[in-house]
C-alpha cells in the first residue's frame, strides 16, 4: 500500500509568490491535516479536510488556504510568500478526522522563500 | 486551550541502556488520546505509540512503553535495549475526542532530540 505522496518534496520560492503544495493520501483514507513546522514554533496545525469538506483551521493568515478534491487529493497554497512562510510543510492522512485513528504522514515539503 | 509540553530538548542515551524521555500535557477534557511521534532525519513522522486518556493500562509497543499518569497529566515515553535507530525527534502529541466536532487536530509538544551513542 502507497503511503502518503507529497510533492514537491522541495520549492524555492520569492517573496510575494504564490505556491501550491500537493498531498495525496493513502488510499481509502478521506481525512488529511495540513501542519506547519518550524525550528521556532514547532508543529502547527493548519487545517483538516475531510470528504471535500474543511473541517478544522489552525491560527494561520488567510494567504494560507487549501481544498480537497473528490479522490481525497490535497493541496494547500500560500498566497504573497513571506520570509517567515520558509518551513517543512507535513501532510496526514487518516482514515476519519479525529478519535484515535492514526494519522499517517508523508514526507513533507521543504519550502524556501527568499 | 490544549498545550503539549516536552521540558527536555536533547536526550542522550547509550546503546542497549533505557531511557525515558517526559512530556507533560494540559486539558480540561476527560476524554482524549495522547501519541508519540518519531521524527527520523528523513523527515518523515512516525507513530510509536497512542494512548487512549479511558485506559488505565499503560501502552506498549515492543521496546516502547509509556506511563500515563492521568491525574498528573503526565505521559513519558520509555524506550528499552536503546538502537542506533532510534535516534531521533520525538515528539508528544495530544488529540481530543472528536465526537462530530470541529476540534480533531494534533497537538504537538516542541519534540525532544534523542541521540543513541554506540
Known amino acids: 500500500k502507497a503511503g502518503v505522496t507529497q510533492t514537491p518534496r522541495y520549492l524555492i520560492k520569492t517573496r510575494g509568490q504564490q505556491v501550491t503544495l500537493s498531498c495525496s493520501p493513502i488510499?481509502?483514507?478521506?481525512?488529511v491535516s495540513w501542519y506547519q513546522q518550524t525550528p521556532g514554533q514547532g508543529l502547527q496545525f493548519l487545517f483538516e479536510y475531510f470528504s471535500e469538506t474543511q473541517r478544522n483551521k489552525g491560527n494561520f493568515p488567510g494567504r494560507f488556504s487549501g481544498r480537497q478534491f473528490s479522490n481525497s487529493r490535497s493541496e494547500m497554497n500560500v498566497s504573497t510568500l513571506e520570509l517567515g512562510d520558509s518551513a517543512l510543510y507535513l501532510c496526514?492522512?487518516?482514515?476519519?478526522?479525529?478519535?484515535?485513528?492514526?494519522?499517517?504522514f508523508g514526507q513533507g515539503t521543504r519550502l524556501t522563500v527568499v | 486551550a490544549q498545550t503539549v509540553t516536552q521540558s527536555q530538548p536533547e536526550m542522550s542515551v547509550q546503546e542497549a541502556e533505557t531511557v525515558t524521555l517526559s512530556c507533560t500535557y494540559d486539558?480540561?477534557?476527560?476524554?482524549?488520546?495522547l501519541f508519540w511521534y518519531k521524527q527520523p532525519p528523513s523527515r518523515q513522522m512516525i507513530l510509536v505509540i497512542r494512548?487512549?486518556?479511558?485506559?488505565?493500562q499503560n501502552a506498549t509497543e515492543n521496546r516502547f512503553s509509556v506511563n500515563f499518569q492521568k491525574a498528573a497529566k503526565s505521559f513519558s515515553l520509555k524506550i528499552s535495549d536503546s538502537q542506533l535507530g532510534d535516534a531521533a525527534m520525538y515528539f508528544c502529541a495530544y488529540r481530543s475526542v472528536n465526537y462530530g466536532g470541529s476540534q480533531g487536530n494534533l497537538i504537538f509538544g516542541k519534540g525532544t532530540k534523542l541521540s543513541v551513542k554506540p
Open positions: 494512548q487512549e486518556a479511558y485506559k488505565q
Open positions: 488510499s481509502g483514507h478521506r481525512s
Open positions: 486539558t480540561s477534557e476527560s476524554d482524549y488520546y
Open positions: 496526514a492522512s487518516s482514515l476519519y478526522p479525529g478519535r484515535g485513528t492514526e494519522a499517517f
